[in-house]
């Protein structure tokens, strides 16, 4: 480790360290081989280098300053590896003017040199599962374990404290001053040194620590019922006691609950996002039935619902009651063939927009169809052909990870 004066003595060359100009260009392009969206990663590997320069008395950055850097900022940020075929293409040779004045002046660009030993030397240094832990990471359900009491939103004011981060003071960023004296303490005897030396207390910028909390939004459930065909009234009469059972444990989970009903043609707000017991009494005490069955008209109000829920802040989720044997199409003419497409291609776009949820099967004898639908949306599926508001309540409860 650098004694003391080698530290100062590297702080007061570090302003006067030459950056090359082809030096950021080659950064950004590495970044962009490890697939790094990020431009903070080229920055603070430039800073890196510069610093390894002022530790090496050297006045201007050299490949190896550059390859130690990345090696120290690259590997950590990479989502991927890159392809052995990249790279490949020879650069442009240089103008014999170029190249007569390169050789006469003594310099080397930076770019004029091969980059694979780079590009190899960062990624020796990746993890060898750096792959499944992105896959991993994009596939995770969305109605895994952690989101039965809605999303995490990042806050910097109320909410469950999380440990400081270092950063940088303004009006939304507050300081936590036990954090940065825990930073700093380690390091007060090296600081005082020179000008330092009457100081008590010597903090860096990089020793200041900003609060974080973390605050979780309210869920909204949506629940969409199939009210057609002969079994509606039971369809609706199990959702109306499921939508009281969840409304009176709102309170407690900070949930909301809405429901649709689709039949005939369209879809139907029954009960729109509340948390009000009388009020979803009186909207649950006459509940329409029969018809034909539109799920994808269904899914598509659902959506739209879910939607608005975002941009209110909540976290929305969906609990389907259906057959799956759709027969409207969104053109309202009855066509089997063609709902089941419309109601599939809709499940996968709500799919797309992270909506999680839950299928209940209905139907007395659970079928394929439903499934299908439930693997399109990527929702939990759930045959209940007999169950009863209650058994509905607690499976879904128990699904949503609530």
């Known amino acids: 480790m650098p004694a003391a004066a080698e530290l100062d003595a590297a702080r007061e060359r570090l302003a006067a360290v030459q950056v090359p100009n082809d030096a950021l260009p080659l950064l950004v392009t590495l970044a962009a ?52 075929a990249e790279g490949q293409t020879p650069p442009d040779a240089p103008e014999p003017d170029q190249a007569d004045n390169a050789a006469e002046s003594g310099e080397q660009s930076l770019t004029d040199l091969p980059d694979d ?49 270092p950063g940088r003071p303004s009006a939304e960023a507050r300081i936590d001053p036990i954090a940065t004296l825990r930073a700093a303490a380690p390091w007060q005897i090296l600081r005082r040194t020179g000008r330092n030396a009457d100081r008590e207390l010597v903090i860096l910028p990089s020793d200041i620590r900003i609060k974080r909390f973390e605050d979780r939004s309210d869920r909204l459930l949506i629940f969409t019922v199939d009210a057609s065909g002969s079994a509606a009234v039971a369809r609706l009469a199990e959702a109306k006691g499921a939508v009281e059972l969840m409304l009176a444990q709102a309170y407690a989970r900070r949930d909301q609950v809405a429901l649709l009903a689709f039949r005939g043609t369209g879809t139907e707000t029954l009960l729109p996002p509340t948390r009000s017991l009388v009020q979803a009494k009186r909207r649950l005490a006459s509940l329409p039935g029969g018809g034909g069955t539109p799920l994808a008209s269904g899914l598509m109000a659902a959506g739209d619902l879910a939607q608005l829920a975002r941009g209110r802040g909540l976290t929305p989720m969906l609990v389907l009651l259906t057959d799956g044997r759709a027969n409207i199409p969104l053109t309202g003419d009855p066509d089997r063939v063609t709902a089941n497409d419309d109601a599939t291609r809709i499940a996968a776009s709500l799919r797309a927009q992270r909506l999680s949820g839950v299928l209940v099967d209905t139907s007395n004898r659970p079928t394929d169809t439903a499934r299908t639908i439930a693997a399109a949306l990527g929702a939990r599926y759930l045959a209940l052909p007999r169950a009863d508001a209650h058994g509905i309540s607690t499976a879904v409860t128990t699904a949503l990870g609530a």
């Open 33 to 84: 081989r490890f697939v790094i969206h990020s431009l903070r990663a080229p920055s603070l590997a430039l800073r890196a280098a510069r610093a390894l320069a002022a530790l090496d008395a050297e006045m201007t950055i050299t490949r190896g300053h550059l390859q130690e850097a990345t090696e120290l900022v690259y590997p950590s940020r990479a989502t991927m590896m890159p392809s052995k």
């Open 117 to 165: 030993i780079l590009v190899s030397a960062i990624a020796a240094l990746l993890p060898s599962d750096i792959l499944d832990r992105l896959a991993a990471k994009f596939t995770r359900p969305a109605n895994a374990a952690g989101s039965g009491a809605g999303d995490r939103r990042r806050g910097n004011r109320r909410g469950r404290p999380l440990p400081s981060r």
